[in-house]
């Protein structure tokens, strides 16, 4: 089960910090982030494998948000900065098993287990 928190309004400029809290075995997966705003499919965001070197971007996001990850506790952040009104969007955390290759990490196809979503709304 995944629990994605910390959305809300913000004004554009401002940063805001996600989490999604993971419970059950997610060792050696890929944990992501995905949006979905008013009318859109679901967009890649960033994308992290336990036990892993690199963090994967989309392109809409490189530069301003951060995702980092505490295998400890079972959790994965996004650190979102120099937020945009088009960052609007349902975000959502996911958790793949499929993880040996990262042509995965970027589509919806590649994950197993979806949290709820958390809205974030960016005024201008």
């Known amino acids: 089960q995944l629990q994605a928190f910390g959305g809300g309004l913000v004004q554009a400029g401002d940063s805001l910090r996600l989490s999604c809290a993971a419970s059950?075995?997610?060792?050696?997966?890929?944990m992501g982030w995905f949006r979905q705003g008013p009318g859109t499919e679901r967009e890649f965001v960033a994308a992290?494998?336990?036990?892993?070197?690199?963090?994967y971007y989309g392109n809409s996001v490189k530069g301003r948000f951060t995702m980092s990850g505490d295998s400890a506790k079972n959790t994965v952040y996004l650190q979102m900065n120099s937020l945009k009104p088009e960052d609007t969007a349902i975000y959502y955390c996911?958790?793949?098993?499929?993880?040996?290759?990262?042509?995965?990490?970027?589509?919806?196809?590649?994950?197993?287990?979806w949290g709820q979503g958390t809205l974030v709304t960016v005024s201008s």
């Open positions: 992290i494998k336990w036990g892993g070197d690199r963090i």
């Open positions: 059950g075995r997610t060792s050696g997966y890929v």
């Open positions: 996911a958790a793949g098993q499929r993880s040996e290759s990262a042509s995965n990490y970027y589509s919806v196809q590649g994950y197993d287990y």
